[in-house]
C-alpha cells in the first residue's frame, strides 16, 4: 500500500497537479489537508475519476478541510473537533482491516511565539496538548493506527535548515517540540519518515512563498509527518519526499510525502 499525506492548500485550484501526483506516483491512499472548500463543492466526481472514488471529507468554505481519497473501500469516517472550535482539522478514517487512519491538520499558530499575545500560538499549544491527552486517553498502544498530515511542527534539529536561527520561530519552538513529543509519546509512535531517514540528515517538506528562490535558498522545514503506531511499525517498506513538486505549476509550499506500507499488516485487499 503506498500512502500520500499532502496539505494541497486548495484541492480546487490544484486538482490538476493532484492528478500529476497521482499520475506519477501511483498512490492507493491519499490523505490532503487545506482543502478549502466546503462538502457541496468538494470535486468529488473528478477526483473518481482519478482511480479514487472511496472519499471522505470534512471541509470548510476558504480555510481548513481534511479529505482521504482512496482505491479501496472505507468502512466508516467521522470528524473529531478540538479546543472547542467547529474547525475541520481532524479526519478518522476506518480502513479494510480496522486500522484506523487519522488525517490531522495542526493550527499553524501565526507569528509571535509568545501565547500571552498571540491568540493563534494559544490555540495551537493547547491543540497540540488535546492531541496528547485524547490519544493517550482514547487508544492502547497495540491499537493498529496511522497518524498523517501537516503537524506544522519540525521537532528534530536537521527538520528545518537553520537550527540555531529557528529556535524562535514558530515551527521550531522548544514549547511546541515539547507538546508534540508528548503527543508521539503518548502512545509510542513511530515516526515513519525518519525510521527510513536517519536524524542526522537534512528533510524537509515546505519551502516559503517567501523565498524568490526556493530551491536555492533551500531553507525548509519539515512539517508533514506520518507515524504509526507499534503494530505497524514492522509493515513500514519505505518513505519518499516529492521534493520536486515544489516546483510544479501553481504549487502548495507543501510537498507530498509517501510512505509505502508491506501489504501484510498493513490493508488487506
Known amino acids: 500500500m503506498r500512502l500520500v499525506t499532502w496539505n494541497i492548500n486548495s484541492v480546487r485550484l490544484r486538482l490538476p497537479l493532484l492528478a500529476r501526483l497521482i499520475e506519477e506516483t501511483r498512490p492507493d491512499l491519499i490523505c490532503l489537508q487545506e482543502t478549502k472548500v466546503e462538502d457541496a463543492q468538494f470535486p468529488k466526481d473528478a477526483i473518481a475519476d482519478l482511480g479514487f472514488p472511496h472519499q471522505a471529507f470534512a471541509g470548510q ?3 481548513n478541510g481534511v479529505a482521504v481519497l482512496s482505491k479501496r473501500p ?3 469516517f467521522r470528524t473529531r ?14 480502513l479494510e482491516d480496522g486500522t484506523e487512519l487519522h488525517n490531522i491538520y495542526i493550527p499553524a499558530g501565526g507569528d509571535l511565539p509568545d501565547p500571552e499575545v498571540n491568540d493563534k500560538f494559544a490555540h495551537k499549544l493547547s491543540f497540540l496538548d488535546d492531541l496528547a491527552d485524547w490519544f493517550g486517553q482514547t487508544y492502547r498502544p497495540m491499537d493498529k493506527l496511522i497518524l ?3 503537524f506544522n511542527v519540525a521537532p528534530l534539529e536537521n527538520d528545518v535548515w537553520s537550527h540555531k536561527q529557528m529556535q524562535k520561530i514558530i515551527s521550531h519552538t522548544p514549547a511546541e517540540i515539547e507538546r508534540l513529543n508528548r503527543f508521539q ?5 513511530i515516526d515513519a519518515a525518519r525510521h527510513f531517514v536517519p536524524a542526522d540528515l537534512k528533510l524537509y517538506t515546505w519551502w516559503s512563498y517567501r523565498a524568490q528562490d526556493w530551491a536555492a535558498s533551500d531553507r525548509g522545514r519539515r512539517l508533514d509527518h506520518v ?7 514492522e509493515a513500514l517498506s519505505g518513505a519518499l519526499v516529492v521534493r520536486e513538486a ?7 509550499d507543501h510537498v507530498p510525502l509517501i510512505v509505502d506500507f508491506y501489504e501484510e499488516g498493513a490493508i488487506s485487499r
Not at 473537533?81 to 478514517?93: A, E, G, K, N
Not at 507515524?227 to 511499525?233: C, D, E, H, N, T
Open 61 to 63: 468554505k476558504s480555510y
Open 74 to 76: 472505507l468502512k466508516g
Open 81 to 94: 473537533l478540538s479546543c472547542d472550535r467547529p474547525d475541520m482539522r481532524h479526519l478518522i478514517v476506518e
Open 148 to 150: 498523517v498530515g501537516d
Open 185 to 189: 509519546d503518548s502512545l509510542g509512535f
Open 227 to 233: 507515524w504509526v503506531s507499534a503494530p505497524l511499525k
Open 246 to 252: 515544489r516546483g510544479w505549476p501553481q504549487p502548495s
